[in-house]
């Protein structure tokens, strides 16, 4: 039985680069999707931790509002990111 050829390829080496393809192309999505999901647990907790409450500095530059952070204080720019 002769194999069946494309452009001097044999039928089998073309199905198995197609399925390789597959594989590395779902990798990617799958590695994509593990990503964003991670990204949105991050988003959640930043949203659960900040407080809202306006950063007040000293004449130092340290945050007095939350425990003496340096400008920008963490909380600042939580509330910065979340605006967007």
């Known amino acids: 039985m002769e194999a069946h050829t494309y ?8 199905l198995s680069r197609v399925e390789n393809e597959l594989k590395r192309k779902c990798f990617k999505c799958e ?3 593990k ?3 991670k990204y949105i647990e991050l988003w959640d907790l930043v ?4 407080d809202e409450d306006e950063c ?6 340290y945050c007095q509002t939350h425990n003496g ?5 963490p ?8 605006r967007k």
């Open 35 to 37: 990503i964003h999901d």
């Open 56 to 61: 007040h500095y000293d004449h130092h530059g």
């Open 75 to 82: 909380h600042e720019t939580a509330k910065k990111l979340l």
């Open 31 to 33: 590695t994509k999707k």
């Open 7 to 14: 452009k001097g390829i044999v039928e089998s080496e073309i």
């Open 47 to 50: 949203e659960q931790f900040f």
């Open 69 to 73: 952070h340096e400008r920008p204080c």
